[in-house]
């Protein structure tokens, strides 16, 4: 088999990204890359500052049994839980067709999916909505309101989603975050970061009050037109969630591999 070039894409933007992200973060974050694994393990109560993901292309059933094993082990040693990323494409026929009954021996259980997606940009027109304004994130109080709309959409508490963000000087400088603000009230919010010359979009979340009204798109459509005049990148990468993956298409993306999220058994 061959793995397309677009899957080895997204799973390296995850290891870039997340290297700058859980180091802003953390310092002394957990930022490894082990054969065939990639640890970026900030040990935050945010649980996706808590990623480990495997890395080998063309993966057979056995080694990716091993890794899985490895993978666990390295997150029971953590105080905080998190999830391994798993990405579908590079694991060979034999080592897809046995991963569930392979993350259950490595005692993982599956959490939920994802899928990773790309554009090339086309010269993109400054994005409008009738009910919003947008504000980039400069200040301490953006950036928890930031937060806040990260912990309503996931269903977290508030003070988890403040625990990825609060205090950070790359969010409010290096990372191009907006949020779309309706009246006086933060409703919905996107990001992007460049990382191996591509933006890579993070973190896009609408309040549940005011979702399924295009906020999500708007905002999204922002943050990458702002990333791509800042930096002069053409192409974009993200990782979708099922909830949002039907907005990714309508701007440009598309679907190039499945991604299976897993966490710790109870």
């Given at each position: 088999?061959?793995?397309?070039?677009?899957?080895?894409?997204?799973?390296?933007?995850?290891?870039?990204?997340?290297?700058?992200?859980?180091?802003?973060?953390?310092?002394?974050?957990?930022?490894?890359d082990?054969?065939?694994?990639?640890?970026?393990?900030?040990?935050?109560?945010?649980?996706?500052?808590?990623?480990?993901?495997?890395?080998?292309?063309?993966?057979?059933?056995?080694?990716?049994?091993?890794?899985?094993?490895?993978?666990?082990?390295?997150?029971?040693?953590?105080?905080?839980?998190?999830?391994?990323?798993?990405?579908?494409?590079?694991?060979?026929?034999?080592?897809?067709?046995?991963?569930?009954?392979?993350?259950?021996?490595?005692?993982?259980?599956?959490?939920?999916?994802?899928t990773?997606?790309?554009?090339?940009?086309?010269?993109?027109?400054?994005p409008?909505?009738?009910?919003?304004?947008?504000a980039?994130?400069?200040?301490?109080?953006?950036?928890?309101?930031?937060?806040?709309?990260?912990?309503?959409?996931?269903?977290?508490?508030?003070?988890?989603?403040?625990?990825?963000?609060?205090?950070?000087?790359?969010?409010?400088?290096?990372?191009?975050?907006?949020?779309?603000?309706?009246?006086?009230?933060?409703?919905?919010?996107?990001?992007?970061?460049?990382?191996?010359?591509?933006?890579?979009?993070?973190?896009?979340?609408?309040?549940?009050?005011?979702q399924?009204?295009?906020?999500?798109?708007?905002?999204?459509?922002?943050?990458?037109?702002?990333?791509?005049?800042?930096?002069?990148?053409?192409?974009?990468?993200?990782?979708?969630?099922?909830?949002?993956?039907?907005?990714?298409?309508?701007?440009?993306?598309?679907?190039?591999?499945?991604?299976h999220?897993?966490?710790?058994?109870?």
């Open positions: 088999m061959t793995v397309p070039a677009e899957s080895i894409e997204s799973v390296r933007q995850l290891t870039a990204v997340w290297r700058a992200l859980v180091l802003d973060r953390d310092a002394d974050a957990d930022v490894r082990l054969p065939g694994i990639a640890v970026r393990w900030a040990d935050s109560r945010f649980g996706f500052w808590n990623c480990v993901t495997l890395t080998e292309a063309e993966a057979g059933a056995e080694r990716v049994g091993r890794r899985l094993r490895q993978a666990a082990d390295i997150m029971r040693a953590k105080r905080h839980p998190g999830f391994l990323w798993l990405f579908e494409d590079l694991l060979d026929d034999e080592a897809r067709s046995g991963l569930e009954s392979a993350a259950e021996r490595a005692g993982l259980r599956y959490a939920f999916p994802g990773g997606m790309a554009a090339g940009l086309p010269p993109l027109a400054e409008v909505h009738p009910d919003l304004t947008f980039r994130v400069r200040t301490d109080e953006q950036l928890l309101a930031y937060a806040d709309l990260q912990s309503r959409a996931y269903g977290l508490p508030l003070e988890e989603g403040r625990d990825g963000l609060a205090g950070s000087a790359l969010w409010r400088n290096g990372v191009h975050a907006y949020l779309a603000v309706r009246g006086d009230e933060a409703v919905a919010c996107a990001a992007t970061v460049a990382a191996r010359g591509r933006l890579h979009v993070v973190f896009v979340a609408t309040d549940p009050r005011w399924r009204r295009g906020y999500g798109e708007a905002v999204t459509r922002k943050a990458l037109y702002e990333g791509a005049r800042a930096t002069g990148l053409t192409r974009a990468t993200l990782h979708a969630t099922a909830a949002g993956a039907p907005v990714y298409p309508r701007i440009g993306f598309e679907a190039n591999t499945r991604i999220f897993y966490g710790l058994k109870g």
